[in-house]
């Protein structure tokens, strides 16, 4: 793991290393003279684990919500300190491998914790981490606070398309629909982001390769990996839609070879984590998709982003659905249609049961326990004419809530259970998710906040589909 630890001092003299510390113009302005306390901070890689990703841009919120510092720690050297803080409850947010060259990164006056940071125009990502913890400070007291970092996008590693046709124009790597951006505060936000990556003609000029590594944002349920081939002038797109979702903290290398006059194409993608190692492999022509897919995991690990969800049903195949995308608000195959994405090739679907369950007792039980009466419900719930049943995402959740009006209002026009967004008059509805350690735990609907599940936590079956256009 890569870890910083945030030390709360009363004096720290740090001159040696005010070379490597960037303050924003207006960071004393709340924090300057107005305390009595000193925030230290300083960072470091657990043993073992790799660098920390530099620049990092360190964001400290009071308990009112105010952002009352901004620094930037330059390199592992570095180390600073906030002085004349007062005694408080701060929460600290940090981003480490975003810079303001290549991301749109807040400034203390504007920074919220759920504030976007996105990729400024004709930039592409760098290796991201991002970290959360909260530390109490009182007067004249001494605090230690160690903060987490998680790494927030998958590396696609390297790229070789062989027995390309000598005449081809342009080879080119489309993954889709990934994360479009992440919130100060880490949560993913947007599920319409695409990765691109032109591939170069080597000198046999039937072999194309990727120039370089590229960084790029997990996928939001299984992605679609689509190989596009430029032949006189006309573009012929060869895609596969994976039957898991693309994990950030993986590394990706993609191996594909094209055989005979018919273009038909077989290759593997095998996604190496720094934790274990996936493999896809995957045969397409011009009318018809396969492929199967092994995951060998490494010990535990941070398996965050896209769906990483494992509930139980059944397993999706990793082949496009046959038909027609259905709409938005209607029954498809006796389960409700949520959200409908259009990828230009492809529609991804997400699909929601038509009825939750509850009451499940988790007390005194182990995750093993837990998880295995969340997956009995989860079968109950799924539909045999429809593959990949699991848990939601917290993204799904926070669609779900956001549009429960008019979900609602459909769900009730179909006969299906209504989307519980209320527990009671003092607090939302909890759902039950897999959170990024791989543990069954329980979300608020309203913030996304996990919480220990309890006999109202909510088990709702959803699922992901990809229709050709």
Not at 66 to 94: H, R, W
Not at 239 to 248: H, I, N
Not at 317 to 345: F, K, M
Request: glycine share 8%; charged share 20%; net charge negative.
């Amino acid at each position: 793991m890569l870890y910083f630890a945030i030390l709360a001092m009363a004096t720290l003299c740090l001159a040696s290393c005010s070379k490597s510390v960037t303050d924003d113009d207006d960071n004393t302005a709340i924090t300057a003279g107005q305390g009595n306390s000193n925030l230290s901070i300083l960072t470091r890689a657990g043993e073992g684990e790799g660098s920390v990703a530099y620049p990092v841009v360190l964001y400290v919120f009071n308990s009112s919500n105010q952002c009352v510092a901004v620094k930037t720690l330059a390199d592992e050297t570095a180390e600073l300190t906030i002085e004349g803080l007062k005694a408080d409850t701060y929460n600290v947010f940090a981003i480490g491998g975003a810079d303001n060259t290549r991301y749109s990164l807040p400034t203390q006056a504007n920074a919220t914790p759920t504030t976007l940071i996105t990729l400024l125009e004709g930039k592409v990502h760098e290796d991201l981490m991002t970290g959360r913890n909260t530390v109490v400070i009182g007067d004249d007291e001494d605090n230690q606070l160690t903060l987490a970092l998680q790494r927030k996008v998958a590396m696609v590693k390297q790229v070789e398309v062989k027995m390309v046709p000598a005449d081809a124009e342009a080879v080119s790597l489309v993954i889709t629909p990934l994360r479009e951006a992440f919130q100060l505060n880490g949560e993913y936000s947007g599920e319409a982001g695409s990765f691109t990556q032109d591939l170069v003609k080597q000198s046999d000029n039937r072999t194309w390769k990727n120039a370089t590594e590229q960084y790029m944002l997990p996928s939001v349920g299984n992605a679609t990996i689509t190989i596009k081939m430029t032949l006189d002038g006309n573009v012929r797109s060869y895609s596969y839609t994976c039957a898991e979702p693309l994990l950030a903290n993986y590394k990706l290398n993609i191996d594909a070879t094209y055989t005979g006059n018919t273009f038909n194409m077989t290759g593997t993608l095998t996604g190496a984590t720094w934790e274990g190692e996936r493999t896809i492999t995957f045969e397409f022509n011009e009318d018809n998709v396969t492929g199967s897919e092994e995951t060998t995991q490494g010990g535990g690990g941070n398996n965050e982003g896209g769906n990483g969800n494992e509930g139980s049903g059944n397993t999706p195949s990793g082949e496009t659905t046959e038909g027609s995308a259905p709409a938005v608000g209607t029954d498809y195959q006796g389960a409700y249609v949520l959200r409908s994405v259009d990828n230009g090739n492809t529609v991804t679907v997400t699909l929601m049961s038509a009825e939750d369950y509850s009451g499940i007792s988790c007390n005194g039980k182990t995750q093993e326990q837990i998880k295995a009466e969340v997956d009995e419900a989860l079968i109950n719930l799924s539909i045999d004419a429809v593959d990949g049943w699991r848990l939601p995402t917290k993204e799904e959740l926070e669609y779900t809530y956001n549009n429960r009006s008019e979900v609602n209002t459909k769900l009730s026009q179909l006969g299906f259970k209504s989307f519980s967004y209320s527990q009671n008059a003092a607090s939302s509805s909890r759902y039950f998710i897999v959170n990024s350690e791989g543990n069954y735990t329980g979300c608020d609907v309203s913030n996304r906040n996990e919480i220990n599940p309890n006999t109202a936590t909510i088990v709702r079956a959803f699922t992901t589909l990809t229709f050709n256009k």
